[in-house]
């Protein structure tokens, strides 16, 4: 009886603890904020008792052994087409996908990518600056602890186009800077902030992270 139900408990606590693939690979500029995202995502998973398996190789895609998919600052075209293939299957089947700033200058060779995945690619950005963002959508887990305006620095991707399928959450010179949506049985949410190394010592940006991550994962 006792062993049971300590086989049971042991069940139960493997089942219900996450696991998210942080990918930071990258095939052109490498953000020097990598690592700091990296730790970041290890504290926020910490918090919400999920696992981390962070990596720099994309093939790690296919082994399907994770919940959610971050591609943290990612650049350039890192995935061949088995990979693409294996997180594309992952999300329409139910996975979740976050994408950080970068993740938007990824994959300009794969259309499922930034058509429907993330949602646009990146085009162009002014040198760092302090902006104001509005949030324009504060019902989501990943901006309700948000005043309508939120002040601050980063580096501010202007967009090859305004996402179609997805709810803008925030928007910075009249223009999306994150937005989720529903990619098949999956979740996808993105947010154009993270450029900078202070930038994840910002609770308010952490929180938004955590808020995204938990959206898609659900
Ligand atoms: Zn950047």
């Known amino acids: 009886m006792v062993r049971g139900l300590i086989l049971f408990l042991l069940l139960t ?3 219900t603890q996450k696991t998210i693939l942080v990918l930071s690979e990258t095939d052109g500029f490498r953000h020097d904020s990598i690592e700091t995202g990296v730790n970041a995502f290890y504290s926020i998973a910490d918090d919400l008792g999920l696992v981390v398996i962070a990596t720099e190789d994309s ?3 296919c082994n399907k052994n994770y919940d959610v998919v971050v591609f943290l600052n990612t650049t350039g075209n890192i995935l061949n087409e088995q990979e693409q293939q294996c997180l594309r299957e992952f999300v329409e089947s139910g996975g979740g996908f976050v994408g950080i700033h ?3 200058d990824t994959e300009y060779d794969w259309s499922w990518y930034g058509e429907t995945l993330l949602g646009a690619w ?3 950005h002014p040198p760092v600056s302090e902006e104001t963002i509005q949030v324009i ?3 989501h887990p990943s901006t309700e602890h948000l005043q309508g305006e939120w002040t601050c620095t980063d580096e501010w991707y202007v967009y090859d186009r305004v996402p179609e399928q997805a709810t803008i959450l925030m928007e910075v010179n009249d223009h999306p800077i994150s937005w989720c949506s529903n990619v098949g049985k999956g979740r996808s949410f993105y947010t154009g902030r993270g450029h ?3 930038s994840y010592t910002e609770n308010a940006l952490l929180e938004h992270i955590k808020g995204g991550l938990l959206w898609v994962s659900q």
């Open 13 to 15: 606590g493997c089942s």
């Open 59 to 61: 093939s790690r895609l």
């Open 102 to 104: 970068s993740a938007a």
């Open 122 to 124: 990146f085009v162009s």
């Open 137 to 139: 959508n504060r019902s």
């Open 196 to 198: 900078t190394k202070t």
